[in-house]
C-alpha cells in the first residue's frame, strides 16, 4: 500500500460548490484534529505507505501545520499538500515549510477571477491562489494543479491549461471528475458535465500539454473515454490507498481510515466495461452520473495502446 490521504484540517475559507468533505468541514469545524493521533497513525504506518498526502478543508489552517509536515518528514514520507491557496499567500510561511513538502496540489477552478471564484465562492480566492503559486516560484516544492470539470467550466479547459503554464514552476495538472459526495452530490444535476463534451477535447487538450511540457491526467473519468490516450486516465494507474478523516462516535472524535483502490466513490461498470481491455482496472461511472447520462458515451477499448510506453510518469510522487 503506498497512498495515504490525511485530513487533517476542517477550516476552510472557501465553500466550493462541489467540495465532496463539506458534510466533514459543517460537522467537525470547531473540533481539531489533534496532532497526538495524526501523528501516532503515521509513525505506524512507515513501514506501508510510502506518502502523504495532507488534505482538508483548507491544511495549511491546521493550528499544528508546521510542526506536523516537521516531524512527518523526519519518520521519512514523501509530503503533498492539497491546497486552495489558505495560508501560502503568505510568503514568510512558505519559506518555512518548503523544506519539508515535496510538492503541493492547487486547486485551480478557472482562468479568471470570475470563473475560479464563482466555483469556490469566495471572492478573494483567485487572488490568494495565485498569489500561493507565485511565493513557490524560487522555492524547492514541486507544484501540482487540480482543476474539477463542471458544466461551468468545461469549455475553458484549454484556456485554464494556458493560464497554468504561466507558472513556469508548475509540472503536472490533473482534470478531475465532479465527485458525487459532500456539496459535489448536492448540487451534482446542477453542475455534472456529460463526459462526451470532454471526450472530443481531450485529444486538443493532451497535445496542448505535451507540447508545453506539462503532465496532464485525468482523474475519475472512465479510461475508454480516452481512446488512444486512455493511459493519460488514472483508470489504468490505479493505486491502493487510505483515505483517514475524522468521525463521531457520540462520545469521542475518532480518526476512521477508509482502505481501498482509489478513486471508488460509488462508481459502477456496465455491460460494455466488460468487453474493454481496462475493464479490471478502471473505476467505470459515477452511479449518478449513469442515472442521468446513462453509458452511451462508453466505447470498449480492445487492446492497449502504445501511448501507454511514452507516458511522461516523473510528476508522479508515489
Do not use: W
Request: net charge positive.
Amino acid at each position: 500500500m503506498e497512498y495515504n490521504d490525511f485530513h487533517i484540517s476542517y477550516q476552510c475559507p472557501n465553500k466550493c460548490l462541489f467540495c465532496s468533505s463539506a458534510e466533514c468541514i459543517e460537522r467537525f469545524k470547531t473540533y481539531s484534529v489533534k496532532f497526538e493521533k495524526i501523528f501516532a497513525i503515521l509513525k505506524k504506518k512507515t513501514r506501508i505507505f510510502k506518502g502523504v498526502n495532507f488534505s482538508g478543508g483548507e491544511p495549511t489552517l491546521s493550528p499544528f501545520f508546521q510542526r506536523l509536515i516537521k516531524e512527518t518528514k523526519n519518520l521519512g514520507y514523501k509530503i503533498c499538500i492539497g491546497s486552495g491557496g489558505g495560508r501560502f499567500s503568505d510568503k514568510k510561511f512558505c519559506e518555512q515549510a518548503a523544506p519539508f513538502i515535496d510538492a503541493i496540489c492547487f486547486s485551480v477552478h478557472g482562468h479568471k477571477a470570475i470563473l475560479h471564484n464563482f466555483h469556490t465562492k469566495n471572492k478573494e480566492s483567485f487572488k490568494r491562489l495565485v498569489k500561493a503559486i507565485k511565493n513557490f516560484e524560487d522555492l524547492p516544492t514541486r507544484l501540482f494543479t487540480n482543476t474539477v470539470v463542471t458544466k461551468y467550466n468545461i469549455d475553458f479547459l484549454k484556456d485554464i491549461l494556458k493560464f497554468i503554464i504561466k507558472f513556469k514552476k508548475i509540472e503536472q495538472a490533473e482534470i478531475s471528475n465532479l465527485v458525487p459526495e459532500g456539496r459535489g452530490l448536492r448540487n451534482y444535476d446542477r453542475l455534472v458535465a456529460d463526459i462526451n463534451i470532454l471526450k472530443k477535447k481531450a485529444p486538443a487538450l493532451i497535445e496542448f500539454a505535451n507540447k508545453n511540457n506539462l503532465i496532464l491526467k485525468f482523474f475519475g473519468f472512465p479510461a475508454c473515454i480516452f481512446g488512444e490516450y486512455a493511459v493519460y486516465s488514472n483508470g489504468p494507474v490505479l493505486q491502493e490507498g487510505s483515505n483517514i478523516e475524522q468521525t463521531h462516535n457520540k462520545v469521542n472524535f475518532l480518526l476512521q481510515e477508509d482502505k481501498g483502490y482509489y478513486p471508488n466513490q460509488k462508481r459502477i461498470k456496465t455491460g460494455k466495461c466488460q468487453r474493454c481491455f481496462y475493464g479490471n482496472i478502471c473505476g467505470g461511472l459515477f452511479e449518478e452520473y449513469y442515472s442521468i447520462f446513462g453509458d452511451k458515451q462508453l466505447e470498449p477499448i480492445k487492446k492497449q495502446h502504445h501511448h501507454l510506453a511514452s507516458y511522461p510518469r516523473k510528476a508522479f510522487l508515489v
